[in-house]
């Protein structure tokens, strides 16, 4: 008899600022959760707010559940949590559903699904979009596709970690395609937004006076009206690091030339973003792109107050 929906065990690994907020979603829920990360003292905070498992490893976690979450930085380590030397898959109860939630190149995202297949595993591409706080708040967006079958087992976890689900297609790789294009505007507008806050600077404006104008005009964005709050406050403690656009927009180059599709506006972005992390400031803030231009044009930005 297949267990309720309650009644499935769920493991997250990965308990970073995405992963950590989705385990607390699904505690909410009711679910059984039992959490990993490679920082044991997360595990065991998740254990003591939330009354799941803290697991000693991936294994362990993942041994005697129904829907595995792997919320981990990128395709390297997703293939080394799943198939590496300690992969999960090999120890996973069988006809488990994986739901991978890392951005990655789709044929990644296709590779990783035929290997599930061999295990006796499904798997759901299942990139994610929202930040840490709607992670927090089970109102996630999620672009899923995967096999009917292995869209239904995942359906429980969707449900209590996304509030919007958006279900792409029969085939792995069609989520992580539409995440890459979400995050070729992401990473333009973080750029631009930082180009236009330091521009305003050099301007002499009063920035938060450009901010106010700005996120009430046609020029807004998502990421101007989210990032540079960050850039006025002076703090750029991580809440999604420059190297993740490194990444993800490196991933776009590869793709664009493979395509032989021009992505002239995103490759400038890439470009930005690099000479910020080359500037010593890969695992800052990405708004710390605004940093750069700041150092090229010799401007002063805002500080942090000190607490």
Not at 21 to 47: C, I, Q, T, W
Not at 90 to 108: D, F, L
Request: glycine content about 10%; proline content about 4%; hydrophobic content about 45%.
């Amino acid at each position: 008899m297949e267990a309720s929906d309650q009644e499935k065990k769920i493991a997250v690994l990965g308990l970073g600022s995405m992963g950590y907020g989705m385990a607390l979603s699904l505690r909410r829920k009711g679910f059984a959760v039992a959490g990993f990360d490679v920082r044991p003292e997360v595990a065991e905070r998740f254990a003591r707010e939330s009354g799941g498992q803290a697991a000693a490893s991936a294994g362990d976690a993942a041994k005697d559940a129904d829907i595995v979450v792997v919320v981990v930085v990128n395709a390297d380590q997703t293939e080394a949590v799943l198939f590496g030397p300690d992969g999960i898959a090999r120890t996973m109860r069988k006809g488990a559903v994986i739901m991978s939630c890392a951005t990655m190149a789709p044929e990644r995202a296709r590779a990783f699904a035929a290997s599930a297949t061999t295990h006796g595993l499904d798997y759901v591409d299942s990139p994610i979009s929202g930040g840490a706080q709607r992670a927090a708040e089970g109102a996630l967006t999620v672009l899923a596709s995967g096999t009917p079958a292995a869209m239904a087992k995942a359906e429980p976890a969707l449900q209590a970690m996304a509030a919007n689900i958006y279900r792409l297609g029969d085939e792995p790789g069609i989520g992580a395609s539409f995440k890459m294009v979400n995050q070729l505007l992401a990473g333009v507008h973080i750029a631009a937004a930082s180009e236009a806050i330091v521009f305003a600077k050099r301007l002499g404006l009063d920035m938060r006076k450009v901010y106010e104008v700005i996120t009430a005009s046609a020029g807004n964005s998502w990421m101007f009206e989210n990032r540079v709050p960050h850039v006025l406050d002076g703090d750029y403690t991580p809440r999604s690091a420059v190297e993740i656009f490194t990444k993800d927009l490196g991933i776009i180059n590869d793709m664009s030339r493979s395509a032989k599709f021009p992505t002239p506006v995103a490759s400038a972005a890439l470009q930005m973003f690099l000479m910020t992390a080359a500037s010593g400031m890969g695992k800052d803030d990405d708004a710390s792109v605004a940093r750069l231009y700041a150092q090229v044009t010799g401007l002063e930005l805002p500080v942090a107050k000190k607490t």
